[in-house]
């Protein structure tokens, strides 16, 4: 059901929270186009889709966790206003594409732990979302890459 990767490390400019998992629709809707912009602003080279790191979820509807919305850029230029520079660590993960719309990846998110865990391999607390193809929150056509940290 999924792939092992190991991700090098990467630059982002990024917008980092404390939130639950119901919080995170609206934050990415209220934070995203700010982050776009300030990217488009700063002349920044965006290499790859946007990415959502999480940081301490697992997987409860109510639990806390630190998160930062990420877009993968070559090189730093002025400082941002509102959010910041990020580089990731190297990130070794079991990875699976999902597609479809947000309201099924919950589902996929338990399949893949499930499939990781009868593996018999350690989880580490870290997980991300490339968003390969977005259309918007209902589209069937939406590709995300759920990655759970190992």
Same mark, same amino acid.
């Given at each position: #059901? ?5 991700? @090098? ?21 209220? $934070? &995203?186009? =700010?982050? &776009? &912009? *300030?990217? $488009?602003? %700063?002349? %920044? =080279? !965006?290499?790859? @889709?946007?990415? +959502? ?11 806390? +966790?630190? #998160? ?18 990020? *580089?990731? *660590? @190297? +990130? ?20 893949? !732990?499930?499939? !990781? ?17 977005? &259309?918007?929150?209902?589209?069937? =056509?939406? $590709?995300? *890459? ?5």
């Amino acid at each position: #059901m999924y792939e092992k990767k190991h991700i @090098p490390t990467k630059l982002y400019i990024s917008a980092r929270t404390t939130l639950t998992i119901p919080d995170i629709p609206e934050y990415a809707q209220h $934070i &995203m186009s =700010k982050l &776009m &912009m *300030e990217a $488009i602003q %700063l002349g %920044l =080279k !965006v290499t790859g @889709p946007v990415e +959502f790191h999480y940081f301490g979820s697992d997987g409860e509807l109510d639990t806390l +966790f630190d #998160m930062r919305i990420c877009i993968p850029i070559t090189d730093k230029a002025d400082t941002p206003t509102s959010f910041e520079y990020y *580089e990731s *660590e @190297p +990130f070794s993960c079991a990875s699976y594409e999902y597609h479809g719309n947000v309201y099924g990846v919950g589902d996929k998110w338990k399949a893949l !732990v499930e499939s !990781v865990m009868s593996d018999a391999i350690p989880l580490a607390p870290q997980s991300r979302e490339v968003y390969r193809r977005w &259309m918007d929150a209902n589209s069937n =056509k939406n $590709i995300t *890459e759920l990655q759970i940290g190992l």
